[in-house]
């Protein structure tokens, strides 16, 4: 089981009791800027949870326990989940890991106490870029030199 604490602009995840172990980790620490989406719907994941994965650092008995570090679909995923159904999903952008998939106490509070405090980037624009000030213009190009070269 894990425990989830945001504080400073940090989503911290606390890894707690034996799962320390069979994860190989204590804690991860995770920028707010960084998390693209939270969710409690887990029928998504449902299927990874109970197959065996090849590519691990951690424990793996398929629809019992899956904890640890496991590169699934193109990228790093970090798992501590006994029970799906007090799973929570976190997809992260700009992170070694490309989802956070944790057991918590509350699931639904979990998700509102992130999605709280996490705003998702919102396009400035209809072009689709995010940010406050439009690109700057490019200076026109010079003309050619007076000066001729030889050739050589």
Request: net charge positive; glycine share 8%; hydrophobic share 40%.
């Amino acid at each position: 089981m894990a425990r989830v604490e945001i504080a400073g602009g940090e989503l911290t995840v606390h890894v707690e009791g034996l799962d320390k172990v069979l994860a190989l980790r204590s804690q991860l620490h995770i920028p707010l800027a960084h998390v693209k989406g939270v969710s409690t719907d887990v029928a998504q994941i449902a299927d990874r949870f109970k197959r065996f994965a090849a590519f691990r650092v951690g424990t793996n008995v398929p629809g019992l326990v899956r904890a640890g570090t496991f590169y699934e679909e193109g990228g790093w995923v970090f798992w501590d989940v006994h029970d799906l159904n007090s799973a929570l999903l976190i997809e992260l952008s700009h992170e070694h890991f490309r989802q956070l998939v944790i057991q918590v106490p509350d699931p639904e509070a979990a998700a509102a106490s992130i999605s709280r405090r996490w705003r998702p980037a919102r396009p400035a624009d209809p072009s689709g870029r995010t940010g406050a000030s439009p690109p700057a213009a490019r200076p026109p190009p010079r003309p050619p030199s007076s000066r001729s070269r030889p050739p050589r």
